[in-house]
């Protein structure tokens, strides 16, 4: 490559709110050695609520095969209307149909259930979750200096929550420990890439104010160590840990400030905007810009939740409303959930368009990520998760036998079916999690003598 990575990425800024792409210094010394099996693999959740109506992402081709499994090149297919955003990228397009969830909670959502795949009640409170949920997990493969970043734009389910620190009730980093979301995209802007450039001018000086307060702590605490009895000294203990990995992560950040810098997206009225559909393609910046600078190498989006109404679409009513078929301003529910579709792929297409831009080993860094677009409450808007569709966007670091594949598995009770804990097994045995299974097993599918619980074997590379 003729020029540096920085003046490559900085010759693709397009304007307000596009990216000075830089890869990882890792990547850099990565790519240097030849060491592809060292770059990290990376993942975004994009959640919805409201379900993915499976015949609604089917291509034409494939419709006449009903229920029936089905694995085939998205090569000729044609891709409805409202996915044709991802058309650019279609040799990295998986769509994946028929895996079942009934070990999950129905109805408006699953809550943690989603992504831990367990039965995690409560629409209008978020419930507490059994287990870690699997983009912690995954997360923890590849940890970063921020090991998992959370973006919302609503809070759990029944929640009318908008802005500063949320808790949508989706992610979690162990039992009874749910992971927080920032709802604020400026907020977020600054928690981020603070350490290095502040749209506000006082995040860098904050930052400093923080390392030395950490630095102030963790002598403070080592003394009092020394002075406590014996029986208090484990719970000291934790207590400087806890300090002593937060003084790790901001001296990592200080050590990235230049790269974070190029990072960082042009700071624009759009973070501190306060229409839907502008803060959702702040967050979908900043996810991207976190996983370039090497912030993180996991991000999960809560895109929306019922009391979202897209009106810059022209959709007046919210998503419950649409949900329960009454439609939006002359359209009916299914002409509503194609402009949002349509919205959330472009969404999608425009980060996978900046991973793209970026130069990693062989190929670009979408080559080792994965953009996953699922439900929290999979088939329908009152979902009954007898199939939990995922479209995936990325070569997923060559992993998985999926890019550029239609497939579908048997309906759920027939031979041959599977379930979203087999799917979350496949991705953490693939990225090197060896779990046997993860999550709770379907107990009819058990009893029937067709429960699989294990990973799709098919699917690894």
Not at 440 to 452: A, F, R, T
Request: glycine fraction near 10%; charged fraction near 20%.
């Amino acid at each position: 490559m003729s020029n540096s990575r920085r003046n490559f990425c900085k010759g693709l800024s397009l304007g307000a709110g596009s990216f000075l792409l830089a890869p990882l210094l890792e990547a850099v010394e990565n790519n240097a050695n030849g060491n592809a099996k060292a770059l990290p693999s990376r993942f975004v959740f994009v959640v919805k609520n409201s379900g993915i109506w499976p015949e609604a992402i089917t291509p034409q081709e494939f419709k006449a095969n009903g229920s029936n499994a089905l694995n085939a090149s998205l090569t000729n297919a044609t891709l409805p209307p409202s996915m044709s955003a991802l058309e650019p990228y279609k040799k990295q397009l998986s769509i994946v149909q028929g895996l079942s969830g009934k070990m999950c909670q129905g109805g408006h959502t699953s809550n943690f259930g989603m992504l831990g795949v367990f039965m995690s009640s409560g629409e209008q409170s978020a419930p507490s979750p059994m287990w870690a949920t699997a983009d912690a997990e995954l997360a923890k493969l590849y940890p970063a200096p921020f090991n998992h970043v959370g973006l919302a734009l609503r809070s759990y389910w029944g929640s009318q929550a908008y802005g500063g620190t949320m808790y949508p009730g989706i992610s979690a980093v162990g039992p009874g420990k749910e992971l927080p979301f920032q709802g604020s995209p400026d907020v977020a802007f600054e928690q981020l890439f603070g350490s290095a450039v502040s749209a506000s001018n006082e995040g860098e000086k904050r930052f400093q104010i923080q390392k030395n307060l950490f630095d102030f702590m963790i002598d403070d605490i080592k003394k009092v160590e020394k002075a406590i009895p014996s029986s208090e000294k484990a719970k000291m203990e934790a207590y400087l840990n806890a300090f002593e990995e937060l003084q790790v992560r901001q001296s990592k950040l200080e050590g990235m400030k230049s790269k974070i810098k190029d990072c960082a997206p042009q700071f624009t009225n759009k973070f501190s905007s306060q229409v839907e559909e502008v803060r959702q393609e702040a967050h979908c910046d900043l996810a991207a810009a976190s996983l370039i600078a090497g912030l993180t190498n996991c991000v999960t989006i809560r895109l929306d939740n019922p009391n979202t109404a897209y009106k810059a679409l022209g959709l007046t009513n919210n998503i419950h409303g649409i949900g329960h078929d009454e439609g939006s301003n002359g359209k009916n529910q299914s002409e509503c959930n194609d402009i949002i579709r349509a919205h959330h792929m472009g969404l999608i297409a425009n980060m996978a368009k900046k991973l793209k831009a970026v130069p990693e080993g062989n190929g670009s860094m979408l080559d080792n990520t994965m953009i996953i677009y699922l439900s929290d409450s999979s088939n329908k808007h009152h979902g009954d998760c007898l199939e939990w569709p995922y479209v995936i966007v990325g070569g997923c670091s060559g992993k998985l036998k999926i890019p550029g594949r239609y497939i579908r598995y048997p309906k759920y009770g027939d031979k041959g079916c599977r379930t979203i804990g087999d799917w979350w097994t496949t991705l953490l045995n693939s990225h090197g999690n060896p779990i046997k299974y993860y999550g709770n097993e379907d107990l009819v599918l058990k009893q029937n003598g067709i429960s699989h619980a294990g990973p799709l074997a098919e699917l690894i590379s």
